[in-house]
């Protein structure tokens, strides 16, 4: 849908600036569309999101340019991944979850002048869309893009665009669909840096759908064994075919990774990406830095490790339930035979 450059702005600081193709671009409705999607990303400003900077038109090219990431993305640290055959740790794994949830926690809920929601919706969560800094902190990129090429789509019949591998059930319907289907997104990230396999991926791009729908998603642990028990809870809940089964929103997904990680990886810190970053890409210094605005870190530092949301609460409403039954059973039973003789009727 774009074409992307390094560009320099007249005060000498590199963007990533991406060029629309014109073809979306013909229908007025269309590009009105695109104004207004870039106008409402414009406003989100948060250390886990790649900051959109400015947006409009020269000559015929519509463009916007976003915070250049001096880094990597995750689709290209997953390839060095494969290429070097080595596991994610599962710790890494958390880390990087953590980090896009928090950035959605926040896109999700985020508000308007007047205080309403803008109903943000990222719609294409996938590897090239998470970039990593060299200060090891992961952001999600290209908000509300998505929107722009499925409407883009619509206009070009028998074009079939995205990465239908990373969507949720109802997205590859084309069903309305809130922020779940986003966290549905990640559940596919995560589950494929930990078994470095594809899960829905086909071999073209109806089977591919078909797959999404079916939703199949095989027990982690039948893949790796070192994966605590809970993270394929964790994983089998955000990946449900219905987004009522999965988590209501990014923080309490987040919360559950941010629990097994203090359960699991006491000892675990920023510093294991870091240290797996330059193991994957020795040249690259991937550093810590001290002023880093570490938001997964805080998640961390208050979370209660025993208290999973993959746990149904104790089903109170249904023993309370079968307890009144049964007292009803004995005052009937005894009102007729007086088998107990509790003198309630007498
Ligand atoms: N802000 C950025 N800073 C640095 N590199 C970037 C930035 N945005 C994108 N890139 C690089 O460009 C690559 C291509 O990004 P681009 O968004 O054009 O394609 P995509 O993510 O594969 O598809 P989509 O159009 O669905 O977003 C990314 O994988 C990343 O390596
Ligand atoms: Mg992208």
Known sequence: MAEIYLARTRSNERVALKRIHPNLLTDSKFVQMFLDEARTVIQLRH?????????????????????????????????????????????????????????????????????????????????????????????????????????????????????????????????PLDHRSDLFSVGVVLYELLVSKRLFLRENEQ?????????NVPPLRKSREDVPEELNDVLQKVLSNDAKDRYPDAPSFADDLARILKKHYPQSSRQVVKKYLNHLFPMSGFHMRDDHVDIAKKRLQNVDPSRMNTKQPFPIMFIIGIVLIMVLLIIGVDYMFGFFQLGIFS
């Not at 947006?55 to 494969?82: C, P």
């Not at 958390?94 to 308007?112: Q, S």
């Not at 078909?210 to 939703?215: F, Q, S, Y």
């Open 47 to 175: 250390p886990n999101i790649v900051q959109l900077l400015d947006f409009g038109k020269v000559h015929d090219a519509y463009f916007f340019t976003m915070e250049w990431i001096d880094g990597k993305s995750l689709g290209e640290v997953v390839q060095q991944q494969v290429t070097k055959n080595i596991y994610f740790p599962v710790d890494v794994v958390l880390w990087i979850g953590l980090d896009i949830c928090e950035g959605l926690a926040y896109a999700h809920v985020k508000r308007d002048h007047y205080d309403q929601p803008l109903g943000i919706v990222h719609r294409d969560i996938s590897p090239p869309n998470v970039l990593v800094t060299t200060s090891c902190q992961f952001k999600v990129a290209d908000f509300g893009i998505a929107e722009i090429r499925n409407k883009g789509v619509q206009t070009q019949p028998g074009v079939i665009r995205g990465k239908f591998s990373y969507m949720s059930p109802e997205q590859s319907y084309g069903d």
């Open 207 to 215: 089977a591919t759908i078909e797959a999404v729908r079916k939703c």
